[in-house]
């Protein structure tokens, strides 16, 4: 990995435990207990930060793959696919922690409820998107194909968002972003925030660990590749 | 140990956390669950178990691929 991308994604990943444990201390010592749901309501505090992270990362996989389909740089393709790794990670916390807080606000860990189904969806449509790029046998076109599936995808974020509002859900509503403003008492809100920025900051430094990653596989296999062509090619 | 066998133990951990942690939801609500921390505190506690794991896991995850990557293109030997 390049020193520049190195220090940085370093200094980040730093600012980034820091701040887990301002996080944890807020989360555990410092914010009053929710009245009708009591302790099991403090996962929310990681639930929601990690689906913010989640679709912001499927937001940037998007993104990066619309360029890259329109420029052809392979930066972007890089970007895109560190971003979706992130996002499968940060989806899996999500779909691991709402059970658990399902089991106890709700009694039981799953329903088919639209945003959870949702949800699922969106886990299923990027583990297809690393699929199709392996399964192509050239990897120009897989690479391609990926990024018409990661820019699909991302067309469900809004959906998940919106499914509690459109449909008749288990789910509760949103509580920070809505018309009338958040509906939160202030220290919960205070630490929803800062678990927003944490995870932020942690989703950001450790795509930069993986754009390194994917830059020097790039470079074996070119290197490789160079080696294998005849002479004279 | 293997690359391979590398990467596998994170989960492995991830694994046996998890499995440790099953006796202990199997008595939520009798056993020791209620008398003392209750089935909430344990779900709290495996939900930010699990959610640290996993980024843990991918973060040595990501360690390991690029030791390989990178030691395959200090060794001009290998492919």
Known sequence: MASPIKWRALTA?????????????????????????????????????????????????????????????????????????????????????????????????WVWDPRLTLTLLLWFIYLG???????????????????????????????IHLSVVWFRSLHPGPVVLKPEGPSLHPQMLATLLTGFGVFTVLFFSLMAYRFGLERARRAAAARAAGRLRPAGA | MSDRAGLRAPFLALALVLASALPALGQAGGGLGSQTLGRSYWFLFLAYAIAWALVLGWVVSIARRLARVEKELEDPRET
């Open chain 1, 13 to 109: 990943g730093i600012a980034g435990v820091v701040g887990i444990v301002v996080l944890h201390w807020m989360v555990f010592f410092w914010v009053p207990t929710e009245a009708t749901m009591g302790v099991i309501q403090r996962i929310f505090y990681i639930h929601v930060p990690a689906a913010w992270v989640a679709f912001m990362a499927f937001g940037v996989v998007a993104l990066c793959s619309a360029i890259y389909l329109w420029l052809g740089d392979e930066r972007l393709d890089m970007m895109a696919v560190s971003a979706a790794e992130g996002g499968m990670v940060f989806t899996t916390v999500v779909l691991l922690t709402g059970p658990l807080w399902g089991k106890i606000a709700w009694g039981t860990y």
């Open chain 1, 129 to 159: 998107y690393f699929m199709v790029r392996a399964a192509t046998e050239s990897p120009e076109r897989g690479k391609r194909f990926a990024a018409v599936v990661g820019i699909v995808g991302a067309l469900d974020i809004p959906l």
